[in-house]
């Protein structure tokens, strides 16, 4: 696991510090991840998402990561808004928590967890086109569906 110093995950933790250090501080982050599927896209909307640890036979400390970064209802709101605007229906979740998929890459990249977090489940490359206009207003959007956090 990267967060307890695994050297298979070596590469993954530099370059994530390396992209954390040469971008501005975003005001918020919205990630997408294949570890959350749903039939619709679907957005989390609490306040302080707890976290969840949604894998297994790791060490106790895996269990006892703490990473208390919160949630943007406005945010999540308006990302609803517009992907419904381009016809895509989503959903707003106040009980979803936040994952391996979200608080692994970001608090090695964000590690005081001072950026609040918007979580969405990925359903197709509209739900990323939709939500485009986030750098423009400084608010960064990741795609870890690529990665193996």
Do not use: C
């Amino acid at each position: 696991m990267p967060l307890l110093g695994d050297d298979g995950h070596k590469e993954m933790v530099e370059n994530l510090n390396i992209i954390s250090a040469k971008i501005a501080k975003p005001s918020a982050i919205i990630l997408i991840s294949a570890h959350w599927e749903e039939v619709s896209p679907t957005i989390t909307l609490g306040t302080h998402p707890s976290l969840i640890y949604d894998y297994y036979g790791f060490p106790k400390q895996a269990y006892e990561i703490q990473y208390p970064a919160s949630g943007d209802p406005t945010l999540a709101r308006t990302v609803f808004s517009l992907l419904g605007d381009k016809g895509i229906e989503s959903i707003l979740d106040d009980k979803r928590g936040f994952d391996h998929g979200l608080f692994v890459p970001l608090k090695i990249m964000y590690p005081e967890a001072d950026v609040p977090h918007l979580f969405e489940s990925p359903r197709s490359a509209a739900v990323w086109r939709a939500i485009s206009f986030s750098s423009s207003v400084g608010i960064t959007s990741m795609d870890t569906r690529l990665s193996d956090a």
